[in-house]
């Protein structure tokens, strides 16, 4: 009401009408209207920690791609972890917090975590470490949400983009026989489904290894069959390999 004077028991920043509280605990505020008319209120305010959360994508590289070659496709495996008594939620490309009610909650009295829908997995209580297994067809924000068990439901939240790229096909070709004291020319064939520029190449094998480019003349081998490996890098840090035996 205009005119109203406010005092304020606690809190941090009075602003006539407003308050605000950075720690738990039971405070008052007295009104006086210009009548001169008084009431005051008591109430409480809980607060707690936000749950920990740490999210991880396994067996994606540096730029946070996740490679693959064609037919073997296993999925994008998240690790999250989070405070103990905190459930679990991870999600693709769904970057809001899920609603606490009854269609993404277990159970309405006593939610257990959210429930399983669309491209979303089911929040798991666990003290530690909860793995997801999720198959993305293109590139996506993985999401992942812990929340608090207690009554305030705090809710956490991180994420991390991960690019999915196909591998590229290698192969050997080249010397498949040399006579001692000749070297042994080799080359590496490379393609890539997603026509991504090649970028490094590195040479396994005795007398090789360390070698690197497209086309190697190999010295120094000595008698016997061999394997000779070769490992390229692609300008999305995707890899393909190729053996054979020479």
């Given at each position: 009401?205009?005119g109203s004077q406010f005092?304020?028991?606690?809190?941090?920043?009075?602003?006539?009408?407003r308050n605000e509280y950075?720690?738990?605990?039971?405070y008052e505020v007295s009104?006086?209207?210009?009548?001169?008319?008084?009431?005051?209120?008591?109430?409480?305010?809980?607060?707690?920690?936000?749950?920990?959360?740490?999210?991880?994508?396994?067996?994606?590289?540096?730029?946070?791609?996740?490679?693959?070659?064609?037919?073997?496709?296993?999925?994008?495996?998240?690790?999250?972890?989070?405070?103990?008594?905190?459930?679990?939620?991870?999600?693709?490309?769904?970057?809001?917090?899920?609603?606490?009610?009854?269609?993404?909650?277990?159970?309405?009295?006593?939610?257990?975590?959210?429930?399983?829908?669309?491209?979303?997995?089911?929040?798991?209580?666990?003290?530690?470490?909860?793995?997801?297994?999720?198959?993305?067809?293109?590139?996506?924000?993985?999401?992942?949400?812990?929340?608090?068990?207690?009554?305030?439901?705090?809710?956490?939240?991180?994420?991390?983009?991960?690019?999915?790229?196909?591998?590229?096909?290698?192969?050997?070709?080249?010397?498949?026989?040399?006579?001692?004291?000749?070297?042994?020319?080799?080359?590496?064939?490379?393609?890539?489904?997603?026509?991504?520029?090649?970028?490094?190449?590195?040479?396994?094998?005795?007398?090789?290894?360390?070698?690197?480019?497209?086309?190697?003349?190999?010295?120094?081998?000595?008698?016997?069959?061999?394997?000779?490996?070769?490992?390229?890098?692609?300008?999305?840090?995707?890899?393909?390999?190729?053996?054979?035996?020479?």
């Open positions: 009401v205009d005092s304020w028991r606690g809190g941090s920043v009075e602003t006539g009408s950075t720690q738990p605990g039971t009104v006086v209207n210009d009548k001169g008319c008084k009431s005051n209120m008591i109430f409480t305010i809980e607060m707690e920690l936000l749950p920990s959360l740490s999210i991880g994508v396994k067996g994606v590289n540096a730029k946070n791609n996740y490679c693959y070659v064609e037919g073997n496709y296993n999925g994008l495996v998240v690790d999250v972890a989070t405070s103990e008594n905190a459930y679990c939620y991870v999600s693709l490309n769904e970057p809001d917090v899920p609603p606490l009610d009854d269609e993404h909650m277990k159970e309405e009295d006593k939610p257990e975590g959210w429930r399983l829908k669309n491209n979303r997995l089911e929040g798991i209580k666990k003290n530690g470490e909860v793995t997801f297994e999720v198959n993305p067809e293109k590139d996506s924000w993985v999401y992942a949400y812990a929340m608090s068990s207690s009554d305030l439901h705090c809710v956490n939240k991180n994420h991390k983009w991960v690019e999915v790229h196909k591998s590229p096909i290698v192969s050997i070709i080249g010397d498949k026989v040399a006579c001692s004291g000749n070297p042994l020319n080799l080359e590496a064939t490379y393609s890539s489904p997603e026509n991504a520029k090649d970028s490094t190449y590195a040479w396994i094998g005795e007398a090789i290894s360390g070698m690197s480019g497209k086309q190697i003349s190999a010295e120094g081998m000595s008698a016997g069959t061999k394997t000779v490996s070769v490992v390229v890098t692609d300008e999305n840090q995707c890899q393909g390999q190729a053996s054979a035996e020479v």
